[in-house]
């Protein structure tokens, strides 16, 4: 139960980066017609994960469900760890 919170939390934190990133894409111009199937995709692979992982739990599929929430969570927490070790750490890159 708490590891299925913990995995829909980030899942849903994610889903919410995309979606800003999106609309911040829309307001400035550079998701266009171009690129949109792109987008799309990403935004509806996103979704997929996250209803899919709430819904499997509905179901009572719940090893199902936590591995489908940490197939998104994971990569996002591994980039987040990432992120903050480079702004602890200030590395010098040259």
Do not use: E, H, K
């Amino acid at each position: 139960m708490i590891l299925f919170s913990i995995l829909c939390g980030l899942d849903a934190l994610i889903a919410l980066t995309v979606l800003i990133f999106f609309f911040w894409g829309v307001a400035d111009g550079t998701v266009s017609a171009f690129n949109i199937g792109l987008w799309l995709a990403v935004l509806g692979a996103v979704a997929a994960m996250l209803g899919g992982g709430i819904a499997l739990r509905a179901y009572g599929q719940r090893v199902l469900s936590n591995l489908m929430l940490a197939v998104l969570a994971a990569p996002g927490l591994l980039y987040f760890l990432f992120l903050l070790l480079i702004l602890v750490l200030q590395p010098d890159f040259r």
